[in-house]
């Protein structure tokens, strides 16, 4: 089945510095990737997502990169804020035994310093 | 449009009891997932139900199971708790499962 590994697991920035978060996946049919945002106490919420057919997706201060080939990709996110602090998770949805769910990364824990 | 809704919020069960989670999906979202959260196993997918079928099944004992009704609405169960079952269940609802999963707010059990 899919497997999902994502670094680091704790990640440190100050304030308007950059973050970028990777993860890998196993399964070369895997066609979607999202990101969740988990602030302490509350649910995971979609924060932004791509597809297997593009390669690069921006929403404001938020960007995901996807490297089809080397199976990874990345979360980018600029002018960090100390709201932008929580736990984030990568996620993957493969194909096969691994369709209709969600293979989850082990989170990154941002602290954005002000 | 309303969200995802979870309910009972919070549970204490004594182990060997059973429990019973709830969840109602966005409107229109016909696919139901449950996830469990630990901090040491992190966000695990438990099963996935579409139109009252079960699709997909993680890698859980027989003691959870689940069932979906033709509201959409998806109930899970854990009989004979153990104290590992202790942690929070996630639910979550989509169109389809290939995209789009929006999460409620969870159900925390805690096991004693």
């Known amino acids: 089945g899919e497997n999902v590994e994502q670094h680091p697991s704790t990640l440190s920035v100050q304030e308007g510095d950059s973050a970028v978060i990777k993860c890998t996946y196993s399964d070369s049919a895997s066609n979607y990737f999202p990101w969740y945002k988990q602030e302490l106490g509350k649910r995971p919420q979609l924060i932004i997502d791509?597809?297997?057919?593009?390669g690069e997706k921006k929403d404001q201060r938020i960007a995901v990169t996807l490297n089809k080939t080397a199976k990874h990709f990345s979360l980018h996110i600029t002018e960090t804020q100390p709201e932008d602090s929580a736990v984030y998770f990568c996620a993957a949805i493969g194909s096969g035994g691994s369709n209709y769910k969600l293979t989850f990364g082990k989170g990154t824990l941002l602290t954005v310093n002000p | 449009k309303a969200g995802v809704t979870q309910t009972p919020r919070y549970l204490i069960k004594t182990r060997g009891q059973q429990v019973t989670l709830s969840c109602s999906p966005i409107?229109?979202?016909?696919?139901v997932s449950w996830y469990q959260q630990t901090p040491g196993q992190g966000l695990q997918f438990l099963f996935e139900?579409?139109?009252?079928?079960?699709?997909n099944k993680g890698n859980f004992p027989g003691r959870f199971s689940g069932r979906q009704f033709s509201n959409s609405r998806s109930e899970m169960n854990v009989s004979t708790l153990e104290l590992g079952d202790s942690a929070l269940y996630l639910c979550a609802s989509s169109l389809t499962a290939n995209y789009g999963y929006t999460f409620g707010s969870g159900t925390r059990l805690t096991v004693v």
């Open positions: 791509i597809r297997s057919n593009v």
């Open positions: 409107s229109g979202h016909r696919s």
């Open positions: 139900y579409f139109s009252e079928t079960q699709r």
